[in-house]
């Protein structure tokens, strides 16, 4: 199969189910507000930064370096070979998520006080620990299946334990209803636990169907083992800095969280305005504007690997044109968002979400899609590329700017200086991200464009050449 048609069909795959689940967990939580109240809820989602911290650690940029090395090694039917690498992975990932878990665990009270400013996190946070060794488990799994280019087992995974986790919440909830009991919200947490453990065990299950198609035996092992340091070297030159890259996007989160109350209360609002700023910004108009990169993150997943496939196959115009149609798709997309979101941001605030205030905030933050949409295109690519250092400098300098709106910005012009900072920022990073890409290709790929464009009928009998 063409790599063009491989990247089409698992984008539309992984799109379909992120799509469906983010639908299923709208509403989701819609009854966890309902059946635990918001109090419990907002603690719930306390330990959130926390738990995406740890995977970040160690998950992120593992899956992302199984991904590009296993599509390199297929591209040359090193199967074999591939599979010691995710046995690597898998040795990594596990053992740093079971040393997070440890930690965590002895360490739970303190972070719950200290970072979250709630004792009562700590038993949440105590539970969803035991989830961390899953999850690396099939997030390993699902970057072994991009690199092949086969969706279909991340696809369910994530499908799967969406509806195990949902399920088992709701079958919970009515069988102590039932009884005449009222569950915690503990029960929310067990369910995220529940669930990863039945999408390790399917991921787990499918390794028979995937190349090389068989299961190593014993005596195999010992070799997985033997080639430890050599894929240790492979790995980790593009797991490092993916790593530092996703943590630090996972830090910034977590420093946005509290740094925006604060500093909306230099500028003069009280706590109470604070607070519903900031609720009204990160739960009704980011949410909104997000929603379609559902498309460009699936595209981004399975572009980092047709890349890396595409570079080591020598096909330099080919490459470029792949490269050429991920960015125009990404930023078509973008503006199509950003006209919708500019037509229908008083709508959507004001009836939708009976806010006027979501309503300016979608007006403002529609200007981002364009940039923000290409950018995750253009990560991908220079990741699939194998410049993950550079592609991690990159953002730093873009959570740079959106630090400086926040610590310098919003106590002089408010939250609206904040999302003028983050319009900025993507601003810069696309700037920089087409610059290193220009300098990264083979060939300048934009001096190209009138080529590869003028070569499409060409490439519709010569798939194998021009896929």
Known sequence: ????????????????????????GFFFRMFTSHIFGEENVGLYQLIFPVYLFCLSLS????????????AQ?????KY?????????????????????????????????IHWMGDARCADLLLLVTYALPAAAIHTCISGYSYGLQKTSVPALSQLLEQLVRISFVVVLHLLFQKNGQTPGILLAVLGIVVGEYCSALYSLACLHQL???????????????RSLPQNTLELMPTAFPLTMNRTAIALLQGIEATSIPVCLKLSGCTSSESLRIYGVLTGMALPCIL??????NSLSVMLMPAVAQEQCSGSVSSLHRLILRAIGGCFTLGLISCFFFLIT???????LFHSVLAARFILTLAWLCPFLYTNTALSSILNGLGKSFLTLLINIIGLSIRLFSIYIVIPESGIQGYLWGLLISQLVVSIIFL???RLTTAKPFLKNTTKIFSEKHAAKTDLHKFP
Do not use: D
């Open 211 to 225: 190349p090389p198609a068989q299961l190593p035996s014993l005596r195999k092992f010992s070799h997985f083992f």
């Open 1 to 24: 199969m063409p790599a063009r048609t491989k990247l089409i069909q698992g984008t539309f795959i992984l799109t379909f189910v992120g799509i469906l689940s983010r639908f299923m």
């Open 59 to 70: 998950t992120a940029g593992i899956e992302a370096a199984i991904s590009r090395t296993v």
């Open 345 to 351: 941001g008083n709508f959507i605030g004001n009836t």
């Open 80 to 112: 074999i070979e591939a599979q010691s690498i995710l046995y690597t992975g898998l040795f990594f990932s596990v053992l740093f998520s079971i040393i997070q878990m440890l930690l965590l665990q002895k360490y739970a009270l303190w972070i719950a």
């Open 291 to 296: 929603f379609p990169s559902a498309l460009t």
């Open 73 to 77: 090694k297929a591209s040359r039917g």
């Open 435 to 437: 610059f290193c890409l």
